[in-house]
């Protein structure tokens, strides 16, 4: 864990690092050497100092700081969706360094839509000028509920997806061999918030994913809750006003069918049937973006939002979040945000003492699936540490 503290404290220095760890100077420094000698990690020209520190006069020594070497490894994402299908590949320090849309995905089919993105993704890495010795592996964020242990879609009510048995997975490292972590867009989002994004220094929070459909992910003690059954997070199906429209759940009235997407197509008479429908995937999410970018729509984008906002006070007064982040492609929509924010503090009385901050996702759902591979596969326990020392003994270094 010590390369996920120098990456989320760049300039810390190796007794900082000691102290945090609860290691003693000596194992700490052991560590560092090694970590150095693999090209992980370097000595920053520039140490970090706590504010107090900077008013006291140094006295010995000056500390070196340590920092990622941001361009040694590598994360790549594969984010299924139709909104904007995305293969792409991160460095170290989470910056995007290529990425490509993909057009027409097919989605009727478990096996062929993983062949068809992991082909994307293999012809991505393969007029990248990044060596794929130094890809940690992959990430998979998808509409869907997973099992991330298992590598399994559980289920996909969007997709029309049922138990896959891990075939999606399978599929993926039969055409490029590297780890994968897959999980639900709401979680992978919540993760790249928590290491990358606007949840950095937080240790309870909740995002919730808002475009077609809307669900949730919980983090408690920077941990993805998963309930009992590995799968939570469905506040899609909260209770809210009865619509003449049919959830994926049979019922009537669901979220799903007020604050969301789907809602707002039909409010505008965008749709010509009442159910969803998973062959409409494509028009449900190009409807959607040119009805944001549609001036005459901000106020019932804006009264979705609204609708919202009693599932944020019971997440809110349930939970006791220090923030709850809305995100996805209607979700983090600054006229939908507003919505939500002004109906939560007119009705529930979130201000002038608020029970938790409501913030804006600052993570694209296009980016997330390659951090959540950086973050489960290299500032974790699973990072392939010999891997980066047998590299560097080579030589075999072709990044930059």
Request: aromatic content about 8%; proline content about 3%.
């Amino acid at each position: 864990m010590i390369l996920s503290l120098i990456e989320s404290t760049p300039g810390i220095s190796r007794s900082e690092l000691a102290k945090s760890l609860g290691l003693s100077e000596m194992a700490a420094t052991r560590i560092v050497r090694e970590l150095i000698a693999a090209d992980l990690i370097e000595e920053s020209d520039a140490p970090r100092a706590k504010p107090s520190a900077r008013r006291k006069k140094s006295v010995g020594r000056p500390k070196t700081g340590l920092q990622v070497v941001s361009d040694s490894f590598f994360a790549v994402g594969i984010t299924v969706s139709a909104y904007h299908s995305e293969v792409s590949i991160c460095d170290g320090a989470g910056q995007q360094r290529a990425s490509s849309q993909l057009d027409t995905p097919p989605f009727d089919s478990v096996t062929d839509a993983a062949r068809f993105y992991a082909e994307a993704l293999q012809h991505l890495i393969s007029n990248s000028d990044i060596d794929v010795n130094r890809i940690v592996g992959i990430g998979v964020a998808l509409s869907a509920r997973t099992l991330p242990d298992q590598g399994e879609i559980v289920r996909s009510e969007y997709f029309g997806w049922s138990r896959d048995g891990g075939a999606f997975c399978r599929e993926i490292r039969r055409i490029i061999d590297l780890p994968i972590e897959i999980e639900n867009i709401a979680n992978a989002l919540a993760i790249s918030e928590m290491r990358f994004g606007a949840a950095r220094e937080a240790q309870e929070f909740a995002l919730v994913h808002v475009a077609t459909f809307v669900g949730a992910s919980i983090v408690s003690e920077r941990r993805v809750v998963r309930g009992q059954s590995g799968i939570s997070g469905l506040i899609g199906h909260f209770r809210s006003d009865e619509r003449d429209l049919t959830c994926v759940c049979g019922r009537h009235d669901c979220l799903n069918l007020n604050a969301t997407g789907f809602g707002l197509l039909a409010g505008h008479g965008l749709l010509d049937h009442k159910a969803f429908n998973t062959g409409r995937l494509t028009y449900y999410a190009s409807s959607l973006l040119s009805l944001l970018e549609d001036p005459s729509a901000k106020e019932t984008v804006a009264d979705a939002g609204a609708k919202l906002a009693p599932a944020l006070d019971s997440i809110g007064k349930l939970l006791g979040p220090e923030m709850i982040i809305v995100s996805g492609y209607l979700g983090a929509d600054e006229t939908y945000f507003d919505g939500a924010s002004t109906a939560l503090d007119r009705d529930f009385g979130q201000r002038p003492e608020p029970a938790f901050t409501l913030v804006r996702g600052t993570i694209a759902s296009d980016r997330a699936a390659a951090l959540l591979a950086l973050h489960a596969f290299c500032y974790s326990d699973r990072l392939d540490y010999e891997r980066f020392a047998r590299l560097a003994e080579n030589g075999a270094a072709t990044y930059g």
